[in-house]
């Protein structure tokens, strides 16, 4: 009887997997993203430079005493924005960073004041 409940067990568990392997391999491909357009470039340059101050600001709360953790943060809810832009306006995630890279090292105009230094890195103690 174990025999038999054990090979029952396999037999549904590799119709399972076939089945998945299907559909995975028969699943359509997501659409491609458009390259961003110059405007958009400058437009989420200014965005996230304006909300550089504010995010930092979260960060330093949340992790209150530890600069490293404190920037980590930071770049988390930067990349956070960034995928967020990228999704909204169905462009390249790549290009949305080239974007923010390009205007800090080409000084694009912004009401912001982008920080583009790393605090050294100073292991804490317990996690």
Do not use: N
């Amino acid at each position: 009887m174990r025999a038999v409940r054990d090979l029952v067990a396999k037999i549904v568990l590799s119709i399972v997997g076939i089945a998945a392997v299907v559909r995975a391999a028969t699943a359509p491909a997501p659409p491609l993203a458009k390259p961003i357009t110059e405007a958009q470039a400058h437009g989420v340059y200014r965005e996230l430079t304006t909300r550089e101050r504010g995010m930092r600001r979260d960060a330093a709360v949340a992790f209150q005493g530890d600069l490293w953790s404190q920037d980590d943060d930071f770049h988390r809810r930067e990349q956070d924005s960034l995928r967020d832009f990228a999704s909204k306006k169905e462009v390249r995630l790549a290009d949305v960073i080239a974007a923010l890279d390009d205007g800090m090292r080409e000084r694009w105009p912004t009401s912001g004041r982008p920080i583009a230094t790393v605090p050294p890195c100073r292991p804490r103690l317990s996690y």
